[in-house]
């Protein structure tokens, strides 16, 4: 149990450590660009246009690697107390200060953090002004000095030690060795920690001195897990081998290296193929010369080839080093696949994978597989959520309404998965989820979207029930008592419950703000605020169209005194994982009362017209309107 703790905190570390890096890439291949066309060796050496180097890679980039750490940490006045701190561990050091940046930015994030809390509520009304701007000035004086003096000579010193070291090993023919650590970690998800805390820094300064790194090779280099992939399109079996091509070309192309992780964690001895791999293409880098002259993201033969310089010797130890590093892994994984037992089960190795990453991965998804066909003569389709009071609900209504405009005789219910009932034909979840209905019901046909507002697997489903479909008429008529037996619920959704034009920080801050008003208006229990953002955690509630539907998990249930709603309007939206939301339902379901106008909201927020105008209404009774008018 330690171990895995350890494991979790090194791949968050890692993670947060990329947060800060990967939303400035552009800004890395700008500089990287610049330096690769003007400086004296450069394609158009130009001696005023290479003055812009060493500003950007001393100031710009490491100011912006701040901004964003601290913004992580405290939004927009994190961001800039962390670009102030920032600005002393640049001046105090001769050399870039990425990792001072990593370190100085999330601090002064955190500081102005926890003086926000410590004041919140003791400021007096017309001071706040006032308070805020000399708050995130005097700490990130403060902290600039501080950085000054003692993180940035503390960093010089260790980078430098790093530099020596790689020296020292490059020198030695030691670098290849660097491959037992990096590729297991790549499958680990722990290489963020290591390419963007440590050898992207080094690699810079590399950059700035050599013209070019080597080191933004060792964890980019996509040959070891292209040869993988290859040694599954010869040698593999069932779904793996049928899926291989596909996963080598996004992995290759793309640059997307987690697509080819549950080939391997199918069969981990694969980790020596991609081991033995790394150390080759290491060796051919280092024989032949290769480096690159700017970070190369994604880890694509593209993005490996534009941050190549610009001379015919360093593609010749570029593109050398990928080959090998590919053949290599192609040929010691031949031979593990072939000589040993293979499971087919991808799906299985991807949820696994997903596990280690310890949030939603971009690719899982492409390993999901349906499970048989439609089947024939369909009676019932279960929508199911964590606790099917929310979006299982509202996807449910949205298909209901799609099957009677089909006249189709199909009973079309929602539920939470633990009670997906057994004779269930077909099961739609979203995406993260499907892996747990699966278990639940593994002989239904299970099918995944990532939309519940507006997703085209209804259409698709719609078409291919049109070609056969009987149902009973006692299984209708009970599907129709079911539908029907709600009571009126307009007098949920009340005027005092709608709020307009709110600003919000993160998502947690919305649907605690839902959840507060869930709390006042006597609908939960204040244990359901937790609960909405462990479920918001688990899945998102998110559902498309610009809406959110923040409630709580199953367990939360007993928390739950009577249905309600409360509706909040985001003009400028707010970020829930990417996806920008502007209109909150906030839920509190109760032995099915909320499920009538909550079928109403999900057709009204089906049209993206309907969602502009709740967008832009300038009254409660306006919006409230929108939302009754379906």
Not at 95 to 104: D, R, T, V
Not at 498 to 520: D, M, P, T, W
Request: some cysteine; aromatic content about 6%; glycine content about 10%.
């Amino acid at each position: 149990m330690a171990q895995s703790n350890i494991k979790v905190a090194v791949q968050k570390f890692g993670n947060f450590l990329s947060s800060m890096v990967m939303p400035n890439i552009g800004a890395f291949i700008a500089w990287g660009l610049i330096t690769a066309l003007f400086i004296p060796t450069g394609f158009f050496s130009n001696e005023s246009l290479a003055k812009l180097v060493d500003p950007m890679v001393k100031y710009l980039l490491p100011l912006l690697i701040g901004y964003t750490g601290g913004k992580l940490v405290h939004d927009q006045r994190g961001g800039v107390v962390g670009a102030i701190a920032t600005m002393g561990v640049i001046v105090g050091s001769d050399i870039p200060m990425f990792l001072g940046a990593m370190i100085m930015g999330p601090l002064g994030g955190y500081i102005i953090k926890k003086f926000d809390q410590f004041i919140e509520g003791k400021v007096k009304t017309g001071f706040e002004m006032l308070i805020n701007n000399f708050s995130a000035g005097i700490l990130g004086g403060i902290l600039a000095i501080l950085a000054f003096l003692g993180v940035s000579p503390a960093v010089d010193g260790f980078t430098g030690a790093l530099v020596v070291g790689v020296d020292w090993m490059v020198a030695h023919g030691l670098l290849p060795l660097t491959s037992i650590l990096i590729e297991p970690a790549k499958i680990l998800f722990l290489n963020n920690a290591i390419n963007h805390g440590i050898l992207s820094p080094i690699g810079a300064e590399q950059i700035r001195t050599n013209g070019q790194s080597i080191l933004l090779l060792l964890e980019t280099n996509p040959g070891p897990g292209l040869g993988i992939l290859l040694a599954y399109c010869f040698f593999g079996k069932g779904t793996a081998k049928q899926s291989a091509p596909g996963a080598a070309i996004i992995h290759f192309i793309g640059g997307i290296h987690e697509i080819y992780f549950p080939y391997v964690l199918m069969r981990p001895l694969l980790i020596i193929a991609a081991i033995l791999g790394g150390m080759s293409g290491v060796f051919t880098f280092v024989l032949l010369g290769g480096g690159l002259q700017a970070v190369a993201s994604p880890g694509s033969i593209l993005a490996i080839l534009a941050a190549t310089p610009g001379n015919a010797g360093s593609y010749v130890a570029n593109i050398s080093g990928v080959l090998v590093a590919a053949i290599v892994s192609f040929i010691v994984g031949s031979l593990i696949l072939k000589t040993g037992k293979q499971t087919e089960d991808l799906d299985e190795a991807a949820r696994k994978m997903q596990e280690m990453k310890g949030k939603k991965s971009s690719v899982a998804g492409s390993f999901t597989k349906q499970r048989g066909e439609v089947p024939a003569s369909v009676q019932k389709i279960v929508f199911a959520c964590d606790a099917g009071m929310g979006s299982s609900a509202m996807g449910a209504s949205l298909l209901r309404k799609k099957v009677k405009q089909a006249d189709l005789n199909i009973s079309v219910t929602n539920t939470a998965i633990s009670n997906i009932p057994s004779d269930a034909q077909i099961v739609i979840t979203q995406e993260e989820l499907t892996p747990r209905a699966q278990n639940k019901v593994p002989d239904a046909y299970h099918i995944s979207v990532d939309n519940f507002l507006s997703s085209p697997e209804y259409d698709k489903l719609i078409d291919q029930l049109k070609n056969d479909h009987t149902t009973s008429k006692a299984e209708e008529e009970k599907r129709v008592s079911t539908e029907n037996n709600t009571d009126s619920n307009d007098g949920l959704l009340k005027e005092e419950n709608v709020f307009l034009n709110q600003h919000f920080s993160s998502k947690e801050e919305a649907i605690r703000f839902a959840g507060s008003v869930l709390v006042k208006g006597g609908y939960v229990e204040e244990n359901y605020v937790e609960a909405m953002i462990e479920r918001d955690n688990m899945t998102s509630t998110y559902m498309g169209n610009d809406v959110a539907i923040p409630h709580g998990t199953e367990e939360a249930k007993k928390n739950v005194l009577r249905s309600g709603f409360t509706v909040i309007q985001v003009p400028e939206g707010v970020d829930f994982d990417g996806e920008k939301v502007r209109l909150i339902f906030g839920i509190a379901g109760k032995d099915g009362t909320h499920l009538e106008i909550l079928s109403g909201i999900a057709i009204t927020c089906s049209d993206m017209d309907n969602i502009e105008k709740m967008v832009h209404a300038k009254s409660a009774k306006e919006l409230m309107a929108i939302i009754q008018s379906n």
